[in-house]
């Protein structure tokens, strides 16, 4: 394993690596460490007691952060007509009319998310060999696809801080939650609000105890330990 540079030796000698913090402490010591020279992410790393192998303990959602993400989200719309014209008055940064979806099966992708209204998913199911790899591929069950009024308040969500999280196939959940300059508090409730999603999530067939383990990090920074105990409670 390679050697880690100083500062991050410095701000690690900062954690307790065999502590289980509770959710409070671990937001306000993850700011104590921040030693980068950029706005580092914050994100939330869960083991959970699922097998993804079973359909039924699949964990996939959506939650919106009530104080976003902290960067801008550029969004693509998969769209026409008036739908075309809702999406770009709610603010869609892209409508991806044919010209847009050459391009995309040509390998482009400058956007954070893709957004499809029913009627253009015959089109973008052509693009599933470059979306999909990349998790942009609009889907019902992610709550990407929408119509009539309901594709505004999805614009308007997702630009505001709507973040999906979907177990990986090693039973972890890695999910963004701001940045390293939001506020501990600031912080925190993107947490909670986090885990308030990922416990309604909980599939019914998943068995004994459903978040094992759980840590928090700035890029580039030490991981810090939650308590689980207290994070269930």
């Known amino acids: 394993m390679p050697k880690r540079g100083r500062k991050y030796q410095e701000a690690a000698a900062k954690v307790n690596r065999d502590a289980s913090y509770t959710r409070e ?3 306000r010591l993850l700011k104590e460490t921040i030693y980068t020279n ?6 939330v790393h869960m083991r959970l007691g699922v097998d993804p192998r079973h359909a039924d303990q699949q964990v996939r959602d959506v939650v919106v952060l009530p104080h ?3 960067k801008e989200v550029r969004v693509l719309v998969f769209a026409e007509g008036e739908d075309a014209r809702l999406a770009a008055e709610a ?3 892209i409508i991806a009319d044919d010209e847009v979806i050459k391009r995309i099966q040509e390998g482009w992708v400058d956007f954070d998310v893709a957004i499809a209204v029913p009627a253009m ?3 973008v199911g052509r693009l599933g060999r470059v979306l999909g790899p990349r998790g942009l591929m609009p ?3 992610a709550g990407t696809v929408a119509q009539g009024e309901d594709l505004p308040d999805l614009i308007r969500e997702t630009k505001a801080g709507r ?3 979907r177990v990986d196939r090693t039973s972890n959940l890695h999910v963004p939650i701001g940045k390293a300059s939001f506020s501990e508090e600031q912080l925190l409730d993107n947490l909670n609000y986090l885990l308030d999603a990922v416990k309604r999530a909980r599939p019914a067939a998943a068995k004994g105890t459903y978040i094992r383990k759980m840590v ?3 890029t580039m920074g030490p991981p810090i330990k939650v308590d689980v105990a207290e994070t269930i409670g």
């Not at 950029?38 to 994100?43: K, M, N």
């Open 216 to 218: 928090v990090a700035n």
């Open 25 to 27: 402490e671990a937001v």
């Open 139 to 141: 889907n019902p069950r």
């Open 91 to 93: 603010g869609a940064d």
């Open 163 to 165: 973040v999906e999280f």
């Open 68 to 70: 976003g993400l902290g």
């Open 38 to 43: 950029f706005d580092p992410t914050v994100e």
């Open 121 to 123: 998913m015959g089109k």
